[in-house]
């Protein structure tokens, strides 16, 4: 199994020199990705954005978005956007593309809520006929990049098999992650598609005890938004070098193709302790 490290482009504070000296010490480990996430109310950096300036200061990286909620965004706006930042990277992208929960970023965005599950479904049809027939710029890969599909209804795993190329999870410990990849193989074989989808899995880390404060309450705001539940999803993260073995472990005995490790706080130390880690499985 593969692992990556995300950028900290929703951490609040993080200014533009720290993603991309981020990017600059990432590209020297052993990640095999850089991920962002995306947020319209907060305080945080847009995430295409953000993977076009990586583009510019890495070469070896895949740049993957964890994910963008694409009906914040028209179709056509989305798929330029996307097709720049691949031509940029020379071919880097995977598209991890959702819904999304907060009511508030899609009042942010001006952009209604209540149909975006309708739209979100003509994007997904749509992409790629803007990514091949244009207006440009064309894409560095054929047809455009990769794409994953997220979410955890049988809705979600349905445009999985429909539209995408994979799945991307939203987290949590590996079991929640191996139910959610056994729905995602059943729908894609449901639909008649041959192998399987790829499976893209996240958890957020945070290595060091004079961390733990800011880390945990960043996750309980980022998630305040799911009530007593953020509280859960603060105790799932990943604060030294055993707990991330294990979840490295766990989601590749899950069949995880590929883990991204998103950070909770913004320090350049946060790299060189995950390359560590990394390095050592």
Request: charged content about 20%; aromatic content about 8%.
């Amino acid at each position: 199994m593969r692992v990556g490290i995300g950028l900290p482009n929703a951490v609040p504070g993080t200014d533009g020199a720290t993603l991309l000296e981020w990017a600059r010490r990432a590209e020297t480990g052993p990640f095999t990705s850089l991920g962002v996430l995306d947020r319209m109310a907060y305080d945080s950096h847009e995430p295409l954005g953000t993977l076009a300036a990586a583009a510019a200061v890495t070469e070896r990286v895949r740049l993957v978005t964890m994910v963008v909620i694409a009906p914040l965004r028209s179709t056509a706006v989305l798929a330029k956007q996307v097709a720049t930042v691949d031509a940029l990277s020379g071919g880097r992208l995977t598209l991890g593309l959702a819904v999304g929960a907060r009511t508030e970023d899609y009042q942010a965005a001006g952009v209604p809520h209540a149909d975006r599950g309708r739209r979100f479904d003509e994007q997904l049809a749509g992409l790629r006929d803007r990514w091949e027939s244009g207006p440009g710029p064309e894409p560095a890969q054929p047809g455009g990049p990769e794409v994953l599909v997220g979410g955890s209804t049988d809705v979600a795993f349905a445009r999985v098999a429909r539209h995408a190329e994979g799945y991307v999870h939203g987290g949590g410990p590996p079991r929640a992650f191996a139910r959610a990849a056994d729905t995602a193989r059943a729908a894609w074989a449901d639909a008649g598609r041959p192998d399987r989808p790829a499976l893209w899995g996240q958890s957020y880390f945070a290595l060091g005890r004079d961390v733990a404060e800011r880390a945990r309450a960043y996750m309980l705001d980022y998630y305040a938004f799911t009530g007593p539940f953020a509280e859960r999803i603060a105790e799932g993260l990943l604060t030294n070098p055993q707990q991330v073995a294990s979840q490295v472990r766990g989601y590749a005995e899950a069949g995880c193709d590929e883990l991204v490790l998103l950070p909770a706080v913004n320090d350049f130390e946060q790299v060189e302790r995950l390359a560590d880690v990394v390095a050592a499985l």
